[in-house]
């Protein structure tokens, strides 16, 4: 059964940094591209970053550049996000997802969310 | 940029109806194109893949059409599981856009 599951969640204040992991299982994790998505209170999904199976290829959206970075480690089945300069806009539930191989990037699984609050 | 557009925001239905959700992109997607269902306090779930392929485990009622820059969700009869919030997501060049989602209503 395949399984992600985020931590690193918590309350961290303007400015401050977080860590996120996204711990994998029962697939072959080091075939499969993984994203960070997140999703306000109340308010819809946005994609946040994608990193390749090898870790050559990563891209981000702009509300994020140059703030978050996304890894892997393919050897403990490990996705993570650092997220540094954070904002009360980056308040968010945030997921891990994988990319599915023939579904024309689709996310066909999703981890249970990790919540990130910045707040003074 | 491409941005996706989801038309109703809120939909209120009865179970046993037929339900169409729409989604309009900016520019030209081809087909790639998904639709996923969002429950309260749940990771969204991948229903529909290259706009009307059926993920696997995926209940035949739910269809998914459309090319270019206009998508449709079909639920062919609505069931009490159905009522949630569902989005629309494209994929281009490494980057993924969500519609800001249809919530689906008990009516």
């Known amino acids: 059964e395949v399984q992600l599951v985020e931590s690193g969640g918590g309350l961290v204040q303007p400015g401050g940094s977080l860590r996120l992991s996204c711990a994998a299982s029962?697939?072959?994790?080091?075939?499969?591209?993984m994203n960070w998505v997140r999703q306000a209170p109340g308010k819809g999904l946005e994609w946040v970053s994608y990193i390749s199976s090898s870790s050559s290829s990563i891209y981000y959206a702009d509300s994020v550049k140059g703030r978050f970075t996304i890894s892997r480690d393919n050897a403990k089945n490990s996705l993570y996000l650092q997220m540094n300069s954070l904002r009360a806009e980056d308040t968010a539930v945030y997921y891990c997802?994988?990319?599915?191989?023939?579904?024309?990037?689709?996310?066909?699984?999703w981890g249970q969310g990790s919540l990130v609050t910045v707040s003074s | 940029d491409i941005q996706m557009t989801q038309s109703p925001s809120t939909l209120s239905a009865s179970v046993g109806d037929r339900v169409t959700i729409t989604c309009r992109a900016s520019q030209s997607i081809s087909n790639w194109l998904a639709w996923y269902q969002q429950k309260p306090g749940k990771a969204p779930k991948l229903l529909i893949y290259?706009?009307?392929s059926l993920e696997s485990g995926v209940p035949s009622r739910f269809s998914g059409s459309g090319s270019e820059t206009e998508f449709t969700l079909t639920i062919s009869s609505l069931q009490p599981d159905d009522f949630a919030t569902y989005y629309c997501q494209q994929y281009n060049s490494f980057t993924w856009t969500f519609g800001q989602g249809t919530k689906v209503e008990i009516k």
């Open positions: 997802a994988r990319t599915c191989l023939v579904c024309q990037g689709s996310l066909d699984y």
């Open positions: 029962g697939f072959s994790f080091s075939s499969y591209s």
């Open positions: 290259k706009a009307s």
